[in-house]
């Protein structure tokens, strides 16, 4: 389910993984590797897990095309939640800076994703992030389908 404002993105998800999976796939280099570009996507993550760490998630399209999302850990309460700012490292998409909470919830083993990403300029962003993050927990839904 997506909800979304001109400033703002809720999205939700199930995944058929307990939360502490659910929230290692969300922190873990290697596992964010998996899924966190939209289709078809390859991607090189970078984590610096503490408050006030440092995570880059670098895109690459099969064009040729490169997008990298960066940012500061803000909020880190595993499996639970997860906060952090999020910048686009390229110029001309770096003049904003928005913010990404995440909450785990237990639902009967799996896991309800709630995905907020808050403080965006206007609705032409907000909706294009509304397809990137569809498609990266379209993504996740696969890695742990299984």
Known sequence: MTTATETSLRLTRMIQA???????????????????????MDVEAEVDLRVGGRYRILMKGTDGGVF??????????????????????????DYYDTLVTVEFHDRDGATEVVLIHDLFPDAEITGKHNEGWTSCLTRLEKVFAG
């Open 18 to 40: 307990d939360p502490t999976k659910v929230f290692e796939a969300w922190t873990d280099p290697k596992q964010l590797n998996l899924w966190s570009a939209p289709e078809p």
């Open 68 to 93: 990298t999302a960066v940012g500061e850990y803000r909020e880190i309460d595993p499996p639970y939640r997860l906060s952090y700012t999020w910048k686009w490292e390229e110029t001309g998409n």
